[in-house]
């Protein structure tokens, strides 16, 4: 007993002498960017830690084509300042489709240093609750105390391994989140397991830079309508309105009423969740002519036994009853919320914290079971919709965490 009255009061007294802000951002991508964007605009004393688009400039390969159209894509900041429209006009460049990855990195550091110019590059290493306030340790050994903080992390704590592949050599089987270039596949065979946007992206990428590429799915696969054109008749946009992340009424419900999802039933969600309709894993249509007739589709199959030898990989494929043997395994097996996954949030902080299946229950204004602990991004998306998986979410998000903080403060919204 006294050896914990010791530590509390260590850390108590640690928490005393730790410089002191308001708000602390975990992650400099798109979400906590364009929180910080709005919370700095009311005048709130935040701090945002991480690489900015750290993911998008370095962790995707240079020759990835964004499924969101341009216009989906801007980050917000309160008076609409730093739009991806303006970006383009101050760079002088034309309406790119599909969006290349590096635009969509180099718009993300335009904004940023615009909208967040002191962005603090440092890691976090630990965040933990004490005393009502939140402690939070830096890689470089510098800590700082804060009333409120916002996990914006970005999806590779969330990278989902299925365990079929666990006994698999590293050297034969990876996610396709590990690569940044496919050049190292040249002349092999590769199996890619998947039907979403970035699995058959990885295909195109691994069959253009000359590999002998094989995709398995257990379900058919499905492709996305082409764009929408901006100019349309009443009719057409009555019949089929456009929105960031799908045309249609349900998905401009969701961009123009953000937060109706979230006091939706349980079996509601559940049902959109299960890959059911237009949110389930899709590819757009530009990558068809870049797939058939290029790399070999195995639809309505998945493997029911997977051997390592000394040939390569034998996926022992059902119902087909077919060998596929490959030297590398590409998993595009897409990303699960766990928030056991995020290594800076302390074992007792993360005890605290209400879940279901891994992911944070959220209140309607984004936060956590623990006061002042908020989750955005694919963190929120089991409790408030796809909308929030796109950058075309940041938006609501930002405005309601902005309306929380502010309502906590006791300072108009």
């Known amino acids: 007993m006294s050896t914990l009255i010791q530590r509390q009061g260590m850390a108590s007294a640690s928490s005393e002498s730790s410089p002191s802000v308001e708000v602390a951002i975990v992650g400099a991508g798109p979400y906590g960017l ?5 919370l700095r605009a009311r005048g709130r004393d935040v701090m945002v830690f991480g690489k900015p688009f750290s993911f998008w400039r370095d962790a995707t390969p240079k020759d990835m084509l964004l499924r969101s159209s341009w216009w989906a894509t801007s980050l917000s900041d309160p008076k609409g300042h730093y739009s991806f429209a303006r970006y383009l006009q101050e760079k002088q460049m034309p309406q790119p489709w599909p969006l290349p990855r590096a635009v969509f990195a180099d718009y993300g550091h335009w904004f940023q240093q615009h909208a967040v110019p002191n962005v603090d590059e440092v890691q976090v290493t630990q965040v933990r ?35 079929e592949y666990a006994h698999l050599s590293p050297e034969r089987v990876s996610h396709i989140s590990q690569h940044n270039s496919y050049d190292k596949f040249r002349g092999q065979r590769v199996a890619i397991i998947g039907r979403g946007q970035g699995a058959l992206e990885a295909a195109a990428l691994a069959h253009e830079n000359g590999a002998e590429v094989h995709v398995v799915s257990r379900s058919p696969l499905r492709w996305l309508p082409v764009d929408l054109p901006r100019k349309r008749s009443l009719m057409e946009r009555i019949r089929e309105p456009r929105a960031g992340i799908a045309s249609g009424w349900f998905p401009w419900g969701l961009e123009h009423f953000p ?30 002519p870049r797939l058939l007739d290029k790399v070999v ?11 390592e030898r000394e040939d390569g990989i034998r996926l022992a494929l059902t119902p087909e009853g077919k060998d596929l043997i490959v030297d590398h395994v590409l998993l595009g097996t897409g990303y699960q919320v766990d928030i056991a996954r ?25 936060e956590s079971s623990v006061a002042g602990l908020y989750f955005t991004g694919l963190s929120s998306v089991p409790s408030f919709g796809p909308l929030f998986r796109f950058v075309v979410g940041t938006d609501a998000t930002a405005r309601r965490l902005t309306a929380a903080i502010q309502r906590k403060s006791g300072k108009a919204v």
Do not use: C
């Open 34 to 38: 364009t929180a910080a964007a709005h």
């Open 342 to 366: 995020l290594p800076m949030l302390d074992p007792s902080l993360l005890a605290a914290i209400q879940t279901a299946n891994g992911a944070p229950i959220l209140s309607s204004w984004f």
């Open 297 to 307: 589709f195995h639809e309505n199959q998945q493997p029911e036994r997977i051997d």
């Open 259 to 288: 937060y109706v999802f979230h006091a939706l039933p349980e079996s509601a969600k559940a049902r959109l969740f299960r890959g059911r309709g237009r949110y389930g894993p899709a590819g757009a249509a530009w990558l068809q």
């Open 129 to 163: 609750g004490q005393n009502r306030r939140f402690q939070i340790e830096l890689a470089d050994g510098r800590s700082i105390t804060s009333r409120a903080v916002i996990m914006a992390v970005g999806t590779g704590y969330y990278v989902n391994h299925p365990i």
